[in-house]
């Protein structure tokens, strides 16, 4: 079979749950404070993804307004019962501290397009929810990791179970916690699967930085008790340093027609010696095998860099300049933050994307920025924008975003006297006080009225803005920038406690109140190779 070179689903695709319904595969992960909510992605080989849908699409779903960054939809669980897809999330509305709100719902849809059903409440007692449909016993059993804010012994404090009554839509029956893990501890994303007599209980371990694990357990009864796999761990990078792939684990299993076995887990390239990833975690996938009904990793528990799947993947789309024209609706590409009313934000009219300026860049409740993933180590990014701010509380431009603690921002800015000028906006690691480097770089004054091009070059762990008036090539704007800050690893809490990925987009914001729009022309995004791509 051909090779295929990790990840499979390159940039900020985290938490993955992987499902297949006949001949085709589709993958659902974490998207967190960005709306809309979940991925979905689609194959029918391994090898060639594309974004389906987001499902949490509408207010009644899903509404994030106030949600801290890394907050928002965690760990979504896609499964298929024979007759309609069922998909399991958790929206966090608090992370930081003793206490996690996590509450736990359940949306259906009998076509993976959709449309997908208003949310039933499930529970609030922790997060990584999983729905396993026990289609031998006909029951539906629900999981997810128990939080407990006083330690008793531990805040991870195992895996809790009870049945799903799909009639009712409601927990019923006795509760229990059925697993602990393992002496690594933080264990979470329990995943079960019932296979030759077994009950097979798959969690993740070890927080979401370097000491990530999947972890494997198996019991005769699904109640348990559980057994330890013979390794422990089945999948991690944890005591191996020099491993291409880093932080792996959080791991779903999926079985071929053919009856081979792949573990799909996330994972994370770090760029500099510092071990920073601005890619974010990403979408790993291993061969797996089984023996004495036990699930192995081929060449594990370390994760492969390389994986034979069916299929061949289409290097030049990855690879491919992707022009972004506002004819008739946002690209699939794009999200936004937290909100659902997203007219408030944007409108795609007259061949422009119009944003109103809402409030400023990092709010947790409503501003206006739309942007893409970034999905490689270097590349360039541009779009024109015409805007005519009043004073110095109105701006927008280019950014390339973490989050409220990690970004630069290129602006399109007015002053005082009514002038305009271009002026750098950066945080860069200013957790936890969100402040701008200050001073600010100097700024440029440009004329009054007209539209600017703004573009940036990211190679590897440095950013440089440029910037050209009508009719004139590009010049640089500012230092270079520092751009492995915008990473987990330089996040609000470190990798521990940030959990999406770098973005590039465009924003606006007016502080003044009165949503003043800035218009956008196109917007480019254009990968550059780099020594860095293991490609």
Known sequence: MPQLTNPILPGFNADPSILRVGQDYYIATSTFEWYPGVQIHHSRDLANWDLLVRPLSRKS???????????????????????????????????????????????????????????????????????????????????????????????????????????????????????????????????????????????????????????????????????????????????????????????????????????????????TQMRRCPLGRECGLQEAYWKDDWLYVKNGPVPSLHVEVPGTRDEAKYWAEQRYSFEKELHKDFQWLRTPESDRIFAVQDGKLTLFGRESIGSWFEQALVAR???????????????????????????????????????????????RELLLLTSEASYPDGDLNLPLAAPVEIPSEGKVKLALSIRGPTLQYYYALEGEELKKIGPVYDASILSDECGGHRAHGSFTGAFVGMAASDLNGTALPAKFDYFVYRPEHSKLDSR
């Open 61 to 271: 779903q899903l509404d994030m307004r106030g949600n801290p960054d890394s907050c928002g939809v965690w760990a979504p669980c896609l499964t298929h019962d024979g007759e309609k897809f069922w998909l399991v999330y958790t929206d966090v509305k608090r992370k930081d501290g003793s206490f996690k709100d996590t509450h736990n719902y359940i949306v259906t849809a009998e076509k993976i397009e959709g449309p997908w059903s208003d949310p039933v409440f499930v529970n609030s007692s922790g997060f990584d929810p999983s729905l396993f449909h026990d289609l031998e016993g006909g029951r539906k059993w629900f999981v997810n990791m128990l939080w407990d804010h006083r330690r008793r012994p531990r805040a991870f404090a195992g895996i809790r179970l009870q049945e799903w009554d799909a009639k009712a839509g409601k927990l019923v029956g006795e509760r229990k916690t059925v697993f602990f893990g393992s002496e690594l501890d933080l264990v979470e994303a329990p995943h079960l699967y019932r296979r030759n007599g077994w009950y097979y209980l798959l969690t993740a371990e070890g927080g979401t930085g370097y000491e990530h694990a999947c972890t494997l357990a198996r019991s005769r009864e699904i109640w348990g008790p559980y057994e330890m796999h013979p390794e422990t761990h089945v999948l991690t990078s944890k005591d191996n340093i020099h491993a291409a792939l880093q932080r792996a684990g959080h791991g779903d299993i999926v079985d071929t027609p053919e009856g081979k076995t792949y573990l799909v887990h996330l994972t994370g390239r770090p760029t």
């Open 373 to 419: 993933r970034q999905t490689h180590f270097s590349y360039d990014a541009e779009t024109v924008v015409d805007f005519s701010p009043e004073d110095e509380r109105q701006f927008a431009g280019l950014t390339a975003y973490y989050c409220r603690y990690n970004f630069y921002y290129l602006t399109v800015s007015g002053t005082a006297d009514g002038k």
